[in-house]
């Protein structure tokens, strides 16, 4: 095998790999939050399919497979079609730039355990993920239905607005680390023994808070606000097509808290464990994935704890509070940097 | 591989760059418009210059359109109805920009001393696609035209905000809670008043 093919067939496997773990996130995580959400109300949740109602998720995927797939006369047909399809393409696609190991010595051949492991790393996953408003936005004004198009200008609105603060937060980042590399940032946070969210807590708070209007959680809902909206950007949407975009806003809650771990959390590394070789991989992976874990539990204890903002106190908090923090965090981060205090 | 990579989105860029300026829908166009820039961005990535490629999408496809999308689903703009004006003026005005751009484009070819059929032009080295090199020869040889075009963009912003100002916004101050208390004392209860029309 030549040393391209060799190549292509190892990004091969490890998509695979990361795409096998990232399908399965919303059935589980459709599990988790309605048992999370029924513990914190102070009932049972769904309880009766197989021990603790863990089967539930396989009973929901087959109710929506089986669903009436209506689309509304006056749509926009290949809008309609093609915007539950496009939800899940950027999903499926950030998650290749997060490392999940050290490098693993395969035949003599060094794989370094990230299915794409280019220099641009953090970019693209931001460039992806932007691409992502696209699908609400082609749903909303497809379905013809003011809710819907109310949703899509919302999250038009409220993605962009909490995209440049997101976006600034990982920037501060990347400052002391000049890489953008996401293995070069573990590797820093390895070197150092600090992960970055004790020096860099405010772009901490920032990515944090952003991450919650990125993907349309609660308390930043709004584009299916359902007090208001019915649900928003996909009133219309039913059976296999709603369901995709439930798969979309969990693979991206997924890969958010992937990006977020791996820039502030030390990614796959343990404090104090250098381990190498295939086990190294094996307790990279489940490192990783127990982190991933941890933060999807906090997306989700979040939603069950705090009622919706308004729009106006959406943009406010956007626009007046997170953007001037985030700039200021990217300003100090560089002059500490540039003291050598970093 | 990469030629038939190329060709795919080359063609992809073009076609979708003539639905862009043919559609009868601002929405439709729009979304040409990102699959544009998005096979733009590939061809920059075969170029070599991943950087470029990424800040296409992230700062153009990713951000920008967006709010063309958004204003466009704001004003609710329907299909486009044929113009009554005489659009004589405009035309020749639209040629003559065409021309100009043109021109420039023949002129930063000629400049650079590519020729069809001539030699091929060295490849871009990584000092100078990559990001230090790019963000060097920002900040030093291009520093003056940087700083030009950041300015323009901040006269730009202004501009905006002040095109944007209500007239009477002296008396309406956007940051309070529009709860309008008005409309809630005079009618508790009955929501917000509707004119005449709007409660039949």
Known sequence: ???????????????????????????????????????????????????????????????????????????????????????????????????????????????????????????????????????????????????????????????????????????????????????????????????????????????LIASFAETNRLPFDLPEAESELVAGFHTEYGAMRFALFFQAEYTNMAALSALGVTLFFGGWTLPFVHLSGWLGAAVGLATLLAKIGICMAVFVWIRWTFPRFRYDQLMRLGWKVLLPLAILNLIVVAAMTLAGWL | METVIFFLFAALAIGSGIVVVTHRSPIYATLSLVLTLFSMAVLFVLLGAPF?????????????????????????????????????????????????????????????????????????????????????????????????VGLLLLVAVIGATVAARRPDSETVRPDDDYVGDHVIAEDPGAGPVLPREARS
């Not at chain 1, 050290?102 to 970019?123: E, F, I, Q, S």
């Not at chain 2, 009554?84 to 040629?95: E, P, T, Y």
């Not at chain 2, 043109?102 to 001393?113: E, I, P, S, V």
């Open chain 2, 52 to 148: 470029v490629g990424v800040l296409q999408i992230l700062v153009y496809a990713g951000a920008i359109v967006v709010l063309f999308l958004f204003v466009i689903m704001l004003l609710n703009v329907q299909k486009e109805e044929d113009a009554h004006v005489d659009r004589g003026v405009q035309l020749w005005i639209a040629i003559l920009g065409a021309l100009t751009f043109l021109g420039m484009f023949w002129l930063a070819f000629w400049r650079t001393g590519l020729r069809i059929g001539g030699p091929a032009p060295a490849p871009l080295t990584e000092d100078l696609v990559s990001l230090k090199g790019l963000a060097t020869a920002l900040f030093t040889d291009y520093l003056l035209p940087f700083e030009i």
């Open chain 1, 1 to 207: 095998m030549s040393a391209g093919t060799a190549d292509f067939v190892a990004s091969l496997v490890k998509y695979g790999l990361m795409f096998g773990i990232f399908i399965n996130v919303a059935p589980i995580m459709n599990w988790v939050e309605r048992r999370a959400c029924a513990y914190i109300q102070d009932r049972p949740g769904p309880n009766r399919l197989g021990p603790a109602g863990l089967f539930q998720p396989l009973a929901d995927a087959l109710k929506f497979m089986f669903k009436e797939d209506i689309t509304p006369a006056l749509a926009d047909k290949p809008l309609y079609l093609l915007a539950p399809v496009l939800a899940l393409l950027p999903a499926f696609t950030t998650f290749v730039v997060i490392p999940f190991g050290p490098d693993l010595l395969v035949n003599g051949r060094t794989v370094p355990l990230v299915v794409a492991n280019v220099a641009t790393g953090v970019l693209l996953f931001l460039a992806i993920s932007s691409l992502g408003v696209y699908s609400l936005v082609m749903a909303g004004y497809a379905s013809n239905n003011k809710f819907s198009l109310l949703g899509a200008v919302r999250a038009s609105a409220q993605l962009i607005s909490y995209e440049l603060a997101l976006t600034l937060a990982v920037l501060a980042v990347l400052i002391p680390v000049g890489s953008f590399r996401l293995g070069d940032i573990v590797a820093y946070q390895q070197a150092h023994h600090l992960w970055n969210f004790i020096p860099q807590f405010i772009g901490f708070m920032v990515f």
